[in-house]
């Protein structure tokens, strides 16, 4: 992982770590998973990689979003985004959380403070 004054630049390697910490967790939980939804841009990535992790297949048009979905995104920011499925008991995933973040995910990887997070898929 590397530095730069505000921006912190994500690897390859730290996303894969995270990705089977993540699957990690949701393996010891009680959540019973059985597909995945990836928020458009930062989620689809991850979302695949877990699907791949955990065997668990991504969430397609005409299925509903119920409890056993999991919600995947890079980062919980504001929280405003992940309220909307925290509020219908739906868990969530992300890589980095903030804790001024109205809601916390089910699960995550790293809290971060005010750095401004650059993921690998971000760079072009």
Same mark, same amino acid.
């Given at each position: ?45 991850? =979302?695949?990689?877990?699907?791949? #992790?955990?065997? +668990? &297949?991504?969430? *397609? ?19 405003? =985004?992940?309220?909307?499925?925290? #509020?219908?008991? +739906? &868990?969530?995933? *992300? ?30």
């Amino acid at each position: 992982m590397e530095q730069n004054s505000n921006k912190r630049f994500i690897t390859w390697e730290y996303i894969d770590a995270a990705i089977d910490n993540i699957a990690a967790q949701i393996l010891s939980s009680d959540h019973q998973i059985k597909h995945v939804y990836g928020m458009p841009r930062g989620g689809l990535i991850p =979302t695949v990689m877990l699907s791949h #992790k955990l065997s +668990i &297949p991504l969430f *397609t048009p005409g299925m509903v979003i119920s409890s056993t979905t999991l919600v995947v995104d890079d980062i919980c920011d504001s929280g405003t =985004t992940m309220y909307n499925y925290w #509020k219908y008991g +739906i &868990p969530f995933a *992300t890589i980095h959380t903030k804790l001024t973040a109205s809601v916390q995910p089910t699960f995550f990887y790293e809290v971060v403070g005010d750095d401004w997070i650059v993921y690998p898929w971000e760079r072009a």
